[in-house]
């Protein structure tokens, strides 16, 4: 599970992840529609900004100069669904194991606010929805990833939220829970949750990624060189002024 506010950078950290891993990866996206996620792939593979990829798309040869790209990412397959329930995943998942033979590698739900619940109240539902997922990830043996928000009340959102602030405070089931947060060029994560290490559970405890938020790419973040020392300027006599000890 990855978590954080609304702008936090969480759906461009996963399809990030994505592209890199170049694994077949089931991606339903309910919060960006196909012109948005085509153009973040297309800023994230060919080093542009997110601007420049939008105003060469409306222009009459922009979608064929950039049809090779997003056929180039040919392990990455995205459903656009509306509200869907646990059972409308289900069957997507499974309408790809038929075409492909196999199941995706990476499960991909962006993100878990916007799914639907028979339950009779939001915290029921958020914990009902991450029991399947979990199952899911178990009995297909798959890498499944939420994408899910944080209750902000009270808290510094240029850090990571800490773990008791997640909604629905649904943290049992995942083996592992980022936190992230956007501070200028920079994104910050944490592992809040670690089932296979360590974890610091407040988020203050966090690493820096670099962000480059108008062509969308996340990389390494690399420290400036340390400034060199200045100069410690020694002021010699120029004259014996006939001072003797």
């Known amino acids: 599970m990855w978590v954080g506010p609304p702008g936090a950078g969480k759906s461009t950290a996963a399809l990030n992840y994505i592209l890199k891993a170049k694994r077949p990866t089931l991606y339903v996206s309910m919060d960006m529609g196909p012109m948005l996620v085509s153009r973040r792939v297309i800023a994230i593979e060919t080093d542009q900004t997110l601007d420049k990829v939008r105003e060469d798309m409306e222009t009459d040869e922009g979608p064929a100069r950039y049809s090779g790209v997003l056929q180039a990412v040919d392990h ?9 329930d646990a ?3 289900a069957k997507s998942v499974m309408a790809f194991q038929e075409i492909h033979g196999l199941p995706p590698e990476i499960l991909v739900i962006d993100n878990l606010m916007n799914l639907s619940s028979n339950a009779k109240d939001e915290w029921t539902g958020l914990r ?3 029991q399947v997922f979990h199952y899911i990830a178990v009995e297909l043996s798959i890498t499944v990833l939420l994408l899910h928000h944080i209750n902000m009340g009270g808290l510094d959102l240029s850090y990571p939220a800490p773990e008791n602030a997640i909604k629905g405070q649904i943290s049992e089931l995942p083996a592992t829970i980022l936190s992230f947060a956007k501070r200028e060029a920079l994104l910050l994560c944490t592992a809040v949750k670690n089932r296979h290490g360590k974890a610091d559970h407040t988020g203050r405890n966090f690493f820096q990624l670099a962000y480059d938020e108008p062509k969308q790419i996340i990389t390494d973040y690399i420290p400036p060189p340390p400034e060199p020392p200045k100069p410690k300027w020694v002021i010699q006599p120029s004259h014996d002024w006939g001072i003797k000890d």
Do not use: G, K, M, N
């Open 76 to 84: 990455l397959y995205v459903t656009y669904p509306t509200r869907p």
């Open 87 to 89: 059972d409308s995943i």
């Open 128 to 130: 009902e929805l991450a």
